[in-house]
T-cell receptor, first 118, second 115 residues
């Protein structure tokens, strides 16, 4: 099966500029996650969607970050305006919806977008 | 908030030796513990996972153990090979009653296997 797709793979911008990332999850995966991975650290959740609804955005810096998944499939993550500390790899992951009685479904990760803010 | 501690941060072994990476978690409601391998510039890929209803799971040279009482789980790699060199991340997540949350990741262990 095709994996999680992300674009662009690399982006270099200056601080205070805007940037947008795109993710296409595995077909049939209703749950979608955006993670931020700073160099030398593990991924940290920014936002989780189930279909087109937000499940968890408690760690999303809402003054500058926004995300949407209007039709419950593709998703975009936007940063406006960017700061130096936003330099990181932005990973999108997807999983099947958890059925009652099951404990957890594997998350599949995309290749990520490496953002450099100068 | 929830936290996952991972040790060591770097690990260097000789080819053929064993490698052990340890993690502790803070959320007692966590019931899913995956391990991801991330090669330089590539996506994290699941290598093994364990759920809270078992204490140990093995897949060829890789094994994971879980101690729910101590909130501790470990990755064991035997007969290491140079291609095992990568960064390994542990994580913890919870999923109940049709609802699945995100994964909380450790900071990673850079494993180097010397030929």
């Amino acid at each position: 099966e095709a994996g999680v797709a992300q674009s662009p793979r690399y982006k270099i911008i200056e601080k205070r500029q805007s940037v947008a990332f795109w993710c296409n999850p595995i077909s049939g995966h209703a749950t979608l996650y955006w993670y931020q991975q700073i160099l030398g650290q593990g991924p940290k959740l920014l936002i989780q969607f189930q279909n087109n609804g937000v499940v968890d955005d408690s760690q999303l810096p809402k003054d500058r970050f926004s995300a949407e998944r209007l039709k419950g499939v593709d998703s975009t993550l936007k940063i406006q305006p960017a700061k130096l500390e936003d330099s990181a790899v932005y990973l999108c992951a997807s999983s099947l919806v958890l059925l009652a009685g099951a404990s957890y479904n594997e998350q599949f990760f995309g290749p990520g977008t490496r953002l450099t803010v100068l | 908030g929830e936290n996952v501690e991972q040790h060591p941060s770097t690990l260097s072994v000789q080819e053929g030796d064993s490698a052990v990476i340890k993690c502790t978690y803070s959320d007692s409601a966590s019931n899913y513990f995956p391990w991801y391998k991330q090669e330089l510039g590539k996506r994290p890929q699941l290598i093994i996972d364990i759920r809270s209803n078992v204490g140990e799971k093995k897949d060829q040279r890789i094994a994971v153990t879980l101690n729910k009482t101590a909130k501790h789980f470990s990755l064991h790699i035997t007969e290491t090979q140079p291609e095992d060199s990568a960064v390994y991340f542990c994580a913890a997540g919870r999923g109940y009653g049709g609802s699945q949350g995100n994964l909380i990741f450790g900071k990673g262990t850079k494993l180097s296997v010397k030929p």
